[in-house]
């Protein structure tokens, strides 16, 4: 039998609260979102004044990290480097924008993490802040 570590409550709150903190600091606002390794959204914080937009974008982001266990961006290039458009995967909360990205934890991909509201870079950078918070917790 196999087993998984999940994502639990305790490492998702620390990983938003400091990427809150630093869109705080920036005097900044997003949407942040985590979802579990079936894609599906454990946590997501809109912070004051984020676009309504970002919502949907971040969930779909974490969403589209978690199932393909690679980072947006990379889905996103990939296939403008094919020509094809994303319905290609068949399911509309898959996109290519940079910013999502899977938490990796002893090789296996526990879940994805997003932001969404600021540049796809910067985005990516705060989401990566958030894995790198999570996977320093202990994940049971």
Not at 7 to 21: N, P, Q, T
Not at 24 to 49: H, P
Not at 74 to 96: A, C, H, K, P, Q
Not at 101 to 121: C, E, K, Q, R
Request: aromatic share 4%; net charge neutral; no cysteine.
């Amino acid at each position: 039998m196999r087993m998984q570590p999940t994502l639990g409550h305790d490492e998702v709150s620390k990983a938003i609260a400091a990427i809150r903190a630093e869109l705080e600091r920036q005097g900044r606002t997003a949407v942040i979102a985590v979802a579990d390794a079936a894609g599906e959204t454990i946590a997501l914080l809109r912070l004051d004044g984020a676009p309504l937009s970002s919502i949907a974008v971040a969930s779909n982001k974490a969403f589209t990290a978690a199932r393909l266990r690679r980072p947006t961006r990379e889905v996103g290039n990939r296939l403008r480097e094919m020509g094809t458009d994303i319905s290609f995967y068949g399911d509309r909360r898959y996109l290519g924008f940079g910013g999502g990205l899977p938490i990796h934890v002893d090789g296996i991909v526990v879940g994805g993490i997003a932001v969404s509201g600021l540049s796809d870079a910067e985005d990516e950078a705060l989401a990566a802040m958030g894995a790198a918070i999570i996977t320093g917790s202990a994940i049971s």
